[in-house]
């Protein structure tokens, strides 16, 4: 299988003649990690406090906790199974992830090239 090298080359070099700069998020820019970061950190915070205020009221802690394991379920392992396997962030070297949105997540899966399957874009 040939694997298109544009977008990692591009990861160490930037090509500034690139047809698709300003469209593809292909480096990790700190510009684009502090607005990712600075819109899902608060959410999460609300939502996870609001799931431990409806814990306190109701003394039922099952909304935090199942929120609380799709959370890490999806972000830390199907996510990456579906999504950023096919991303040239994950044919980046090491073991975790170095993207504005999953940093740090362990690749769990071997990199895949390929355009997304059907499966892939349902799930
Ligand atoms: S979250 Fe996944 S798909 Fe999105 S940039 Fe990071 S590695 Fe790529």
Redesign the pocket.
Known sequence: MEINNTCLNCQKVHNENCDLDQQL?CRNDPKVTRKFVGFHLPLRIVIFSMLIFVGKITGSWWFLVAYGVGFFLN?GLV??RY????????AQEGKF?N?????G?PKWWKYDPTPLTKVDKIL
Do not use: G, M, S, V
């Open positions: 998020i972000f996510e990456t999504l950023c396997r096919h991303c040239p962030f994950y992830l993207c504005p949105a999953l940093y997540t």
